[in-house]
């Protein structure tokens, strides 16, 4: 990790403009660029093989935000933080919510877990006991009620809901529970309020997962309304998906509701957004990007990141991610719309692969130090982090008290 020279930054961005012209509106719309982190990824994590405790992390919801706090202060781009609800649940929310104004974030995107608790292990909204399904319903029913009184208007849903052996459950029974669900939720929402369905093929559920893909998320949200949309979370698809496509169609169906941004190798690993697949990234920002610049589309997306962070200092990793989610976002901003429009009308296949291919292949960084600096943010926001000695304070701070433990991404 070296430094920016501060004295290379302006002429490395006239370079940049020499080649994709004034870059004065790309550089507001990345200032505008907004990506929620959760507080479960500050919390300790692990995999069913075990739970790593790290050094100063946070041992209540209180703490998860204060650290969500400090990414928004290094990178200026992450003001809200979505909840997990219970893990993240206090006496008082109106509480916890002026208490994150006070770090300079607000609280996001009001995520229920219904897969936890012991009477959940054969589904939650689906389960064949009716009493199981309201017990469901009413705990989500409890996050409208957390949303309104902090202010959030996102209310995103995943369910582990599912099987694990043929014959365990009746297909179509489980989708119209699912659905009775859903509705009640959704009639208790205010208007302000939206609905993100997560879907995902498999795990904890093997043999099948009531929401198993973009599809029945989809058709879902067109039964229940305009307030009801899809969730894309990036590890949530069989190896080789093309998630851009998805990503395309949901926009012009104006069901695009948001993302949970991570990446994957082999299965829904929650690595560090574009870790591994920085031009899978590339092309689904280019999506959003043609959608942000096409009048006729609509749409309000959210940006969330959904990791877990089992190896790497939380805080760093966190801040990597918002930094690689604003890379691919600028890079996105480069391609020449025309050009690309222009190609894909004329046939040329090289030509509209090699447009996407300059701005791809561009060096981002210094347009992104020159945002920062201009946003009074030092330029090199990690190693700012690690200058700054907050790991060491909070280490020394939350020592010996055992932290609580979630489930990352
Ligand atoms: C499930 O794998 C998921 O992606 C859902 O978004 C959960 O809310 C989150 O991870 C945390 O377990
Ligand atoms: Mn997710």
Redesign the pocket.
């Known amino acids: 990790m070296k430094r920016t020279d501060p004295n290379a930054i302006g002429s490395a961005v006239q370079t940049l403009e020499g080649r994709f012209g004034k870059l004065d509106r790309v550089k507001e719309r990345i200032k505008n660029h907004h990506i929620e982190t959760p507080s479960?990824a500050y919390g300790d994590s692990g995999t069913r093989f075990g739970v790593f405790r790290q050094p100063g992390v946070p041992r209540n919801a209180y703490e998860r935000i204060e650290d969500a706090g400090v990414v928004h202060q290094y990178t200026g781009v992450a003001p809200s933080v979505a909840v997990?609800i219970p893990w993240d649940k206090v006496e008082d929310f109106n509480a916890l919510s002026d208490y994150a104004r006070e770090q300079g974030v607000r609280i996001g995107a009001i995520?229920p877990?219904v897969f936890q608790d012991q009477d959940y292990k054969l589904g939650s909204l689906t389960n064949e006991d009716p009493s199981i399904r309201r017990k469901a319903v009413d705990q989500i029913l409890e996050c409208v009620e957390i949303g309104k009184a902090v202010n959030s208007h996102l209310l995103?849903l995943?369910f582990a809901d599912g099987t694990n052996y043929p014959g365990q459950g009746d297909f179509r029974r489980r989708k119209r529970y699912m659905l009775e669900g859903l509705k009640t939720v959704y009639d208790a929402m205010p208007q302000s309020m939206r609905m993100l369905i997560?879907y995902?093929f498999f795990?904890p559920a093997w043999y099948h997962t009531d929401l198993a893909d973009w599809g029945m998320a989809y058709s879902f949200s067109r039964r229940l309304g305009e307030q009801a949309q899809v969730l894309v979370?990036l590890?949530?698809h069989p190896l080789g998906t093309n998630i851009e496509h998805i990503v395309a169609f949901l926009i012009d169906e104006n069901k695009l509701g948001g993302f949970?941004l991570n990446d994957k190798k082999y299965a829904?690993d929650d690595v560090s957004v574009a870790s591994f697949n920085p031009y899978q990234m590339f092309l689904i920002y280019n999506e959003l990007v043609a959608a942000e610049d096409d009048p006729e589309a609509r749409g309000d997306v959210a940006y969330m990141i959904?990791q877990s962070h089992n190896i790497k200092p939380k805080i760093e990793e966190m801040i990597q991610s918002v930094v690689a989610c604003q890379t691919q976002y600028a890079k996105a901003l480069l391609v020449d719309r025309e050009a690309l429009a222009e190609a894909q009308k004329n046939g040329d296949v090289v030509r509209a692969e090699e447009t996407l291919q300059d701005a791809y292949q561009a060096d981002v960084r210094p347009l992104l130090a020159q945002v920062r600096m201009e946003m009074g943010l030092d330029p090199d926001p990690v190693i700012a982090f690690r200058e700054s000695g907050y790991s060491e304070k909070v280490a020394r701070e939350r020592e010996g008290a055992a932290g609580q433990a979630t489930?990352?991404?």
Do not use: I, M, P, V
């Open positions: 479960w997990h995520n877990n995103s995943w997560e995902k795990e979370d590890g949530h949970h829904d959904d489930l990352g991404g």
